[in-house]
T-cell receptor, first 114, second 114 residues
Framework: EPEVTQTPSHQVTQMGQEVILRCVPISNHLYFYWYRQILGQKVEFLVSFYNNEISEKSEIFDDQFSVERPDGSNFTLKIRSTKLEDSAMYFC????????????FGNGTRLTVT | AQSVTQLGSHVSVSEGALVLLRCNYSSSVPPYLFWYVQYPNQGLQLLLKYTTGATLVKGINGFEAEFKKSETSFHLTKPSAHMSDAAEYFCAVRSGSGNTPLVFGKGTRLSVIA
């Protein structure tokens, strides 16, 4: 069964550094998402992406964050200048369409900011 | 705006006993409802979904959930718990229009005692 893949599985970075989290969505899916989960807390929506542009974003997704689909397969999340509170598990997801189409999640990237 | 409330952050059952994980939602339009499971150090896996039609939906691993509009509930059940069911379970809601974000509850950790 096709799946969403994320790399790396774990990233450690120093405060103020830039990080790029990478995702390969399922190939025939058109909608892409990033969520994050701070340890012990709920899964929070960051951003959705469709037709090469952001369709929705949350209050968390401020100017420090950006997303890109640089080619036909990858979907990336960049954090420009990481803060301690950015430490979390970041999940990429994709769906075939919007509405009732379920999201398929990757295994996540654990980001640790020191 | 949509929201989800999961009653009980931790539920413990004996192996073979009934599993009941509660979820109540709030949505201004007819919702799409989902249950996801998260095993340790893994991503979110879709258990089942309700979109339209039959209000009792069956999912993987013997789980099912019933959509009750009058109670704004979508509780997850399994007749007989297995040790392998121990995981974190998330209820999620999405409004039935456009590409609005999938909103998660805080999750319920299920422990199964031998």
């Amino acid at each position: 069964e096709p799946e969403v893949t994320q790399t790396p599985s774990h990233q450690v970075t120093q405060m103020g550094q830039e990080v790029i989290l990478r995702c390969v969505p399922i190939s025939n899916h058109l909608y892409f998402y990033w969520y994050r989960q701070i340890l012990g807390q709920k899964v929070e929506f960051l951003v959705s992406f469709y037709n090469n542009e952001i369709s929705e974003k949350s209050e968390i997704f401020d100017d420090q964050f950006s997303v890109e689909r640089p080619d036909g397969s990858n979907f990336t999340l960049k954090i420009r200048s990481t803060k301690l509170e950015d430490s979390a598990m970041y999940f990429c997801a994709s769906s075939e369409r919007g509405g009732n189409s379920p999201l398929h999640f990757g295994n996540g990237t654990r980001l640790t900011v020191t | 705006a949509q929201s989800v409330t999961q009653l009980g952050s931790h539920v413990s059952v004996s192996e073979g006993a009934l599993v009941l994980l509660r979820c109540n939602y709030s949505s201004s339009v007819p919702p799409y409802l989902f249950w996801y499971v998260q095993y340790p150090n893994q991503g979110l896996q879709l258990l089942l979904k309700y979109t339209t039609g039959a209000t009792l939906v069956k999912g993987i691993n013997g789980f099912e959930a019933e959509f009750k509009k009058s109670e704004t509930s979508f509780h997850l059940t399994k007749p007989s718990a297995h040790m392998s069911d121990a995981a974190e379970y998330f209820c999620a809601v999405r409004s039935g229009s456009g590409n609005t974000p999938l909103v998660f509850g805080k999750g319920t950790r299920l422990s199964v005692i031998a």
